[in-house]
């Protein structure tokens, strides 16, 4: 720590993010780096598969993200061996169009990223598809279709050097009428001319072929809208001039396999042709001088529901010529909850569907969209829950599909987040309507027993939006209370199960005995059908009750039986999650007249104070609830309007709170012999000219730091337990100041430090340092560090929290966890 009259050498980096991925087609990209790209809200977020861990956000988008593409993609791997640098597009709601460079450093695991450019001219609307082929290392076509009625062709030309520039061209724009386009594939046609084909499908359930950018021919047969469509790469075949291969599936559940073949190729070998592509001719189209017929070769039936999706392995290499080859694979992800490889039969050449993987419980709505890795040994699906599901070929003589750890989130706006007592885990509600757990596993595996954070726990999974959330300190169970678009807030205690999963997590077991519940027994929780309550589950069940229980609930949706609390002994997968880690609820907490918006608990872990939404000074009050008994044990009454955040002094003394009335208030709290609770209200004053989102109270004494939608934070102290003196004002930030955390770091000079978080995603902190100085004397302040835009939030950060300090012989090793607008929830390492 370098404190020398306010200055301080700060360092930060990043974590940990978890998010989930917008639900919605076209989002998920595996690049020929083997890295995924998706669309987090407005952020394009990056994960690579063998970690499970997201590296970065790319901000630069206003709107949601529907599309993401790589240049190369996995489909062009085998052309991308050396290459240094690779590119990425993204496409939004808005019609924007952005191209990011991904520099890949020698030092592996480093990446460097830049916005290299914004196409010009957006969609009026929202783009839906983007598809790209690799001319050259250095050349790319890409296309992009959006809701607008239009597609737009664009050639981007990659600098050759490090210092150079990206140039792009448009080459063309099609206008395809009222029913907008929402698959496209590009290929280079097979013959000597290296010209392109561009195949669209949208929603008139017809495939359109284009060649050299003008309507060549219509493929009909689909009966519902077009969903997906990739061509193969040019498949050779018994010294035959090349065929192409375009799959496309749609909306009517099926999948149709379509070939192209040059015209002269095609009248040589007719008496050979045995397929279905004999009996069902197709349009026959020109490209310059070629000529090609297509025809339907396969017509594959077998997904249940829509399918969301088609792609070809990506070629691979032979092991006999060292030449690459298109395999004949093809995957396919539905939203029946399955994806399915198929491959035609070795002896008959019929299509058949080899593998099937997913199958999940009810609980997820199926998939939309699946992709292969790069050397086609694994496959990903995302969900319809913003989840991402891997399995990975791990049989070496037959195939042997494995699912594998992948990064999650929420895929709604994060509301609150909550530290656990010793810092072991941070919980996170979202308006996705549930409750995560995230914690560093310790991989004993690894050399250096590194930590990687996972998704450990899903507590609650809820059938409102969940507000927010805080975790009851003190010892004892782990417990905490939550507050969603309801009256009500809920009271959750960690189960066997959980605690026992802990412990495999931090490989310690020191705090494991005094967290053993009294009530012990409770394995885990089952979850109600109607999703409204979660009900204990108890490890002394005999076999007899569980039957009789069966027997009962069959007709009465009472419970779903799939739901077995687990012992974790690695980072589970999504399936485990979802069902088979949730909590079980003890008490619910009646008394406020709308719905809860803001929880804490005081440092003892005695008492819990909540607010709800309010436009009546009746509505607005406070209640106060002991923790244990869960009884009501008092009222405030101060505001007018919803009191957006409520924290206790450290010294839990003095209870603050913040309204949108523009107001703040100080109550003094008291705990009399008879452990009976006294409020008394100190102080209310206007402080700022908007809404109060945010405060926090410094650790070492009564000096609290408020933060306002009038883009300020002002620092207040409160002097002899009864009035307040404004401190200072911290100079006006760009943007309204929505969350702030206030880290004690040395209790002589009264030194702190301030995160200060914004509407714009954005992080600073500040230093605060003499704050208890003479009358007169200013505090000094300083901008210690303001956090790269690329691993900050995209969108508003919604809530700041500080885990407990660790102090080295020179330095403060703290962890900021934050969350926000843009589903993420991040945790950031923070060296003073």
Known sequence: MGANGGEMEVEVGRVFIGAGCNRIVNNVSWGACDLLSFGAQNAVAIFCPKTAQILTTLPGHKAFVNCTHWLPSSKFAFKA??????????????????????????????????NVLQVPEKHKKGVTCISAIMVSQTDAIFASSSSDGTVAIWEVIFPSSSEGECKLSCLDTLFVGKKPMVALSLVELP???????????????????????????????????????????????????????????????????????????????????????????????????????????????????????????????????????????????????????????????????????????????????????????????????????????????????????????????????????????????????????????????????????????????????????????????HRFVSGADEKVARVFEAPLSFLKTLNHAT?????????????????????????????????????????????????????????????????????????????????????????????CCDHDGKLVASSCKAQLASVAEIWLWQVGTWKAVGRLHSHSLTVTQLEFSHDNSFLLTVSRDRHFSIFAIKHTETDEISSQLVTKQEAHKRIIWACSWNPFGHEFATGSRDKTVKIWKLENRSSVKLLTTLPTFKSSVTALAWLGVDPKTNLGLLAVGMESGLIELWSLSNPTSDIGVVPKTALVVRFDPFICHVSGVHRLRWKNTTKGKNETSAQLASCGDDHCVRVFRVRV
């Not at 240094?84 to 695991?109: C, F, V």
């Not at 490889?341 to 999940?360: D, S």
């Not at 609930?553 to 974790?568: G, K, M, Q, R």
């Open 81 to 114: 061996k050396n290459l240094q640098r690779h590119y990425l597009l993204s496409g939004d709601a808005d019609g924007t169009i952005l191209l990011w460079e991904l520099l890949l450093s020698d030092n592996k695991g480093f990446y460097d990223w830049r």
């Open 191 to 477: 013959g000597n001319n290296g010209q392109l084909a561009l195949a669209m499908g949208g929603l008139d359930n017809k495939i359109h072929i284009y060649s050299v950018f003008v309507h060549a021919c219509e493929l009909k047969g689909h009966t519902d809208w077009i969903r997906s469509l990739d061509f193969s790469l040019p498949v050779h075949e018994n010294g035959e001039s090349p065929t192409l291969l375009l799959v496309s599936s749609s909306q009517d559940k099926a999948i149709r396999i379509w070939k192209m073949v040059l015209l002269e190729s095609q009248s040589e070998n007719r008496k050979e042709e045995t397929s279905l592509a004999s009996y069902i001719k197709g349009p026959i189209f020109l490209a310059r001088s070629d000529s090609y017929q297509v025809s339907l070769e396969s017509f594959l039936i077998g997904q249940e529901d829509w399918v969301y999706s088609v792609e070809w392995q990506p070629p691979k290499c032979s092991s006999v010529d060292g030449k690459f080859y298109q395999p004949q694979s093809i995957l396919s992800s539905s939203m029946d909850k399955t994806m399915m490889i198929w491959q035609p039969e070795k002896t008959t050449g019929i299509w058949m569907n080899m593998v099937t993987v997913g199958e999940l419980s009810h609980c997820a709505l199926g998939f939309y969209g699946g992709h292969w890795s790069p050397n086609g040994d694994s496959i990903l699906a995302h969900g319809y829950g913003g989840s991402f599901h891997l399995w990975k070929n791990v049989g070496i003589d037959f195939d042997d599909w494995k699912p594998q750890k992948v990064p999650s989130g929420h895929f709604a706006a994060v509301s609150d987040i909550s530290w656990a007592r010793d810092g072991e885990y941070l919980l996170s509600v979202s308006h996705d309507q549930t409750s995560r757990v995230f914690s560093p596993w310790r991989n004993k595996a690894s050399p250096q027993n590194l930590e990687a954070w996972h998704e450990i726990a899903r507590p609650q999974v809820h059938g409102h939006d969940i507000n927010c959330v805080t975790l009851i300190r003190g010892k004892g169970n």
């Open 507 to 599: 490989s310690q077991k020191s705090s494991f005995d005094d967290d053993l519940p009294v009530n012990g027994q409770i394995l885990g929780a089952n979850m109600s059908a109607l999703g409204l309550s979660q009900k204990p589950i108890y490890v002394q069940a005999s076999s007899e009750s569980r039957e009789r229980n069966n027997k009962e609930s069959i007709d009465t949706l009472e419970t779903i039986p799939e739901a077995v609390p687990v012992e974790l002994t690695e980072p589970p997968i999504e399936e485990q999650l979802a069902w088979h880690t949730l909590w079980p609820e003890s008490h619910k907490l009646y008394g406020h007249g709308n719905e809860l918006f803001s929880l």
